[in-house]
């Protein structure tokens, strides 16, 4: 799992850097740990249609089986999956990589790693997701894009799509909300693009919070720029969760950013309606 240090272990799985040691053996995601604690324990596990994840361009008419690890590497205060995130949640199910991909392929047309942030499962989907593409199976991540250069090249490498949220155009939007950083983001979203993985974007609309205009339109420009007019974006109301009470997006709101994002983007799209 990463450089052993005697009786100390580094993750090298996202810019936090957690060093895992026998006082603490567990990671900031409550995943990643000693002896991989997380690998193989399954949340979720039901089919869903593609559209819902959301995927807009890609297999439309698909249905996948989503499930994600039972933690996070972002503590988002809006967290729509908070019981899952913060480990609140006690329905996990523990699955081999085999018996997860033939239950995906004996309900649907392939996985969705999904809910919290996947890429913390490194090994689980290194180990998963061929088994999957084997059967003919499509796999896609939902992600929140904050994970180092490397896993993520090794995790594009056997998968077929990717939505990243790009959850708002400030780093101290990510530092205060969430506990990650813009930057990390952005490169993420850089190297899916020039993969062959295909990739979408959610910006989850949260009043006063992201939705600055000038942001926006300077996101909208590097969106343009860097990954293409073409890339799909769904911007996405928000709804009171976890530990943000800011009342609900209205929708009008959400129809006025789509257009504000339209004057530069071709597809895209409004979600949570
Ligand atoms: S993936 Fe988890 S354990 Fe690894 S550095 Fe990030 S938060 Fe820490």
Redesign the pocket.
């Known amino acids: 799992m990463g450089r052993i240090r005697r009786s100390s272990v580094d993750?090298?799985?996202?810019?936090?850097?957690?060093t895992?040691t026998e006082d603490n053996p567990?990671?900031?995601?409550m995943?990643?740990?000693l002896d991989n604690p997380g690998y193989g324990w399954c949340t979720g596990l039901v089919v869903d249609p593609i559209e819902k994840k959301p995927f807009k361009h890609f297999h439309p008419g698909a249905k996948v089986l989503s499930t994600g690890p039972n933690?996070c590497?972002l503590t988002c205060n809006n967290c729509q999956n908070w019981h899952i995130s913060q480990r609140k949640s006690s329905s996990v199910e523990y699955l081999t990589a085999e018996k997860l991909a033939d239950l995906a392929m004996s309900k649907s047309d392939g996985i969705a790693f999904t809910y919290t942030e996947p890429?913390?499962w490194y090994e689980y989907i290194l180990d998963t997701a061929p088994l999957v593409r084997d059967k003919n199976g499509i796999v896609v991540m939902i992600s929140n894009g904050y994970v180092n250069e490397k896993p993520l090249r090794d995790l594009i490498a056997v998968t077929d799509g990717w939505n990243i949220d790009l959850k708002a155009w400030s780093n101290s939007f990510y530092k205060k909300i969430c506990g990650g950083d813009l930057d990390t983001v952005k490169n993420s979203i850089k190297i899916v693009a020039s993969s062959n993985c295909f990739l979408e974007l959610t910006w989850l609309l949260i009043p006063g919070l992201n939705d600055d205009p000038s942001q926006i339109k300077e996101a909208a420009q590097w969106i343009k720029t860097t990954t293409g007019v073409d890339t799909p974006l769904h911007v996405s109301r928000y709804f009171p969760s976890y530990k943000m009470n800011i009342p609900a997006t209205p929708v009008s709101f959400v129809y006025k950013t789509v257009e504000l994002f339209r004057k530069q983007l071709k597809n895209v799209y409004p979600g949570n309606i």
């Open positions: 993750c090298f799985v996202c810019p936090h850097k957690c895992f567990i990671g900031r995601c995943v990643r740990g933690g590497n890429t913390i």
